[in-house]
């Protein structure tokens, strides 16, 4: 069987055809227009999913399934897209409007960051795992839990966004628009914002030369640490306890058997190693609980479209 996985962006509709091993076998995209509406996207995704499976080759007998995923909030159970991010869709039918426009496979749709730690699960670095929670550090603060072989959505799966969890009182503003989350902590656009303060109070720092000459970007920050700079140092610990904080929370509540990092950032060694020795101090009833592996997410570019795979083979049957 092959299983059809479409990553739906802000800037390209991705789609990746795979085999039960997880091996991509055909990759398309398109790029989405800036203000296109909401339907004619839809169209848009119908024919890619056409097209993938014509160009491939594959009798149409031989897909097991269509599973996409959305960065943003999805009822998965009643097929409903209710918002997404940079993408004109508003409380839209996605599976209900697919089917209108030709494609009979069953179609399965998740929030992006689900669809992530699934693919984890099935072929990546939790792979076999049936207890997994990944984070995905980017401008946001993605989650997906799975717990006992089962994805975590909550009521109609509008939960497992730990982003939002509130760690501080009156806090730093979250991308929600809110204060105190742990997006607005530990997200790769937090890490920046805290290197920015950190460099007007330090301006002698080797980090704010660095920034000013190769731009603030991530990378930087790790690189002056690795060199040595005090203030990119410090930075990082900061960050990786802000990170941990929430981890911490997060493996109390659901004590898996990975703890995944996705995102950009997430392939520093200066994250990983400190992470893990931050949870392993810190988690509850750590001298006699079995250890939680902490690791970066496999899979990295083609993430999406082999999560929202995942996602079409989830829905036949659990891990
Ligand atoms: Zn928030």
């Given at each position: 069987?092959?299983?059809?996985?479409?990553?739906?962006?802000?800037?390209?509709?991705?789609a990746g055809l795979i085999d039960e091993n997880g091996n991509i076998v055909k990759?398309?995209?398109?790029?989405?227009?800036?203000?296109?509406?909401?339907?004619?996207?839809?169209?848009?995704?119908?024919?890619?999913?056409?097209?993938?499976?014509?160009?491939?080759g594959i009798d149409e007998?031989?897909?097991?399934?269509?599973?996409?995923?959305?960065?943003?909030?999805?009822?998965?159970?009643?097929?409903?897209?209710?918002?997404?991010?940079?993408?004109?869709?508003?409380?839209i039918p996605m599976v209900k409007l697919l089917k209108e426009n030709g494609i009979n496979y069953p179609i399965y749709i998740s929030n992006d960051a689900n669809c992530a730690v699934l693919g984890e699960a099935y072929f990546g670095?939790?792979?076999?795992?049936?207890?997994?929670?990944?984070?995905?550090?980017?401008t946001g603060?993605?989650?997906?839990?799975?717990?006992?072989?089962r994805l975590l959505t909550g009521n109609k799966s509008a939960g497992s966004e730990c982003g939002h969890m509130q760690i501080n009182i009156g806090g730093a503003i979250c991308g929600c628009g809110k204060k105190g989350h742990y997006e607005a902590y530990a997200s790769a656009t937090a890490l920046l914002r805290q290197a920015k303060d950190a460099c007007e109070k330090h301006p002698e720092?080797?980090?704010?030369?660095?920034?000013?000459?190769?731009?603030y970007e991530g990378y930087v920050i790790f690189e002056c640490a690795k060199a040595g700079d005090e203030t990119a140092k410090k930075v990082v610990a900061k960050y990786i306890k802000y990170i941990g904080m929430?981890?911490?929370?997060?493996?109390?509540?659901?004590?898996?058997e990975y703890f995944l990092v996705g995102g950009g950032i997430a392939n520093n060694s200066e994250i990983i190693a400190p992470l893990q020795r931050y949870i392993s101090r810190n988690i509850y009833g750590s001298k006699y609980n079995p250890k939680i592996k902490v690791l970066a997410a496999k899979h990295l570019n083609d993430a999406g479209i082999i999560g929202a795979a995942c996602l079409a083979i989830h829905g036949s049957s659990a891990l």
């Open positions: 069987m092959y299983y059809v996985g479409i990553d739906v962006g802000g800037m390209s509709l991705k990759k398309m995209s398109v790029k989405t227009v800036p203000g296109r509406k909401g339907e004619l996207i839809v169209g848009d995704l119908a024919t890619l999913i056409k097209d993938i499976i014509k160009e491939a007998k031989e897909v097991g399934g269509v599973g996409m995923g959305f960065p943003g909030s999805v009822w998965d159970e009643k097929g409903i897209v209710r918002y997404c991010c940079n993408i004109d869709f508003v409380n670095a939790a792979k076999g795992a049936k207890n997994v929670v990944l984070i995905t550090l980017g603060l993605g989650t997906g839990i799975i717990v006992d072989g720092s080797m980090l704010n030369e660095e920034f000013k000459k190769k731009g929430g981890a911490v929370s997060l493996c109390n509540i659901f004590f898996p």
